[in-house]
């Protein structure tokens, strides 16, 4: 076996077969957003190599099938279940992936084979570790042919599909987050207005009521509580300390807002670039 470590685009190798780390095809391909090699694959070779991937059913962790490589140049694309049902790698599936896939391309007679780094990236394993488990798994497998690991290098289409598939992720989290926080500055701005409307409402009414004094605090409690519809004083003191965390609270909110907005348009200029 002639084994080498190339940087680039894994979809220009010189070679037969190469291989797509992909999941366990439980989830159909159509409702998943295809990332790194998956994009580029998806991009350079249509949706013909998913639709006849999707036939045959989930695989095991670990586990490879082959289809065809579409609009490729390739023989054969082998996709991998290099990733279990957490979006997450090991060293078991990176192994298993790296031996079931020389398996099959050796069992098919190719004599050339280019992989990716199975399991980093979206599988949350280092590009170093990876490699190295690849290459020993690698050193295990008797193969009379060429087996090339690609490394992708930015300006390829492999890294610009990484590195558009994994905004896209990061502009995902980022929505949830900035409606989670437009959610709670709501919430708890709709309380510090209720408790501050009760409050200066009652203090209102108690002067125009003929009170010639400040109002004690205990008078003044006992009349917002009147207007908060409580009649414990200890709740009424409750809600105005509560309201003074919601307005130093609301604010937090709100300027994480805005700098989320801000962020969500960067985000989508980097995808439509």
């Given at each position: 076996?002639t ?115 199975i ?58 987050r ?12 709709a ?25 004690t ?45 801000k ?11």
């Open positions: 076996m084994l080498q470590i190339i940087d680039g685009d894994l979809l220009d190798q010189d070679v037969e077969v190469i291989v797509n780390a992909w999941n366990r095809n439980i989830i159909p391909w159509w409702l998943l957003l295809p990332q790194g090699v998956s994009g580029a694959i998806k991009k350079r070779a249509g949706y013909s190599p998913f639709r006849e991937l999707a036939k045959h059913g989930p695989i095991p962790l670990g586990g490879a099938v082959a289809t065809g490589a579409g609009k490729l140049p390739f023989k054969t694309i082998i996709h991998v279940a290099g990733i279990d049902m957490f979006w997450r790698s090991s060293e078991r599936s990176i192994r298993d992936s790296v031996a079931n896939a020389m398996k099959l391309a050796k069992a098919q007679g190719y004599r050339s084979i280019a992989f990716p780094f399991g980093a990236g979206t599988g949350g394993s280092k590009a170093d570790w990876v490699l190295a488990i690849m290459q020993d798994a690698l050193r295990a497998v008797e193969f009379d042919g060429e087996v090339r690991i690609v490394r992708y290098r930015k300006g390829s289409d492999v890294a610009l599909g990484i590195a558009r598939e994994m905004t896209k992720l990061r502009l995902i989290r980022l929505v949830v900035f409606w989670l926080r437009i959610a709670a500055f709501l919430a708890v701005g309380v510090a207005i209720y408790v501050t409307t009760i409050a200066v409402v009652v203090s209102v009414l108690m002067l125009l009521d003929g009170m010639h004094h400040l109002p605090l205990s008078e003044w409690t006992q009349h917002v509580g009147m207007g908060l519809r409580c009649e414990w004083p200890g709740l009424v003191v409750m809600f105005v300390v509560f309201e003074f965390i919601c307005v130093p609270v609301a604010v937090f909110n709100y300027i994480k807002c805005c700098r989320a907005l962020k969500y348009q960067e985000l989508v200029k980097q995808i439509r670039g």
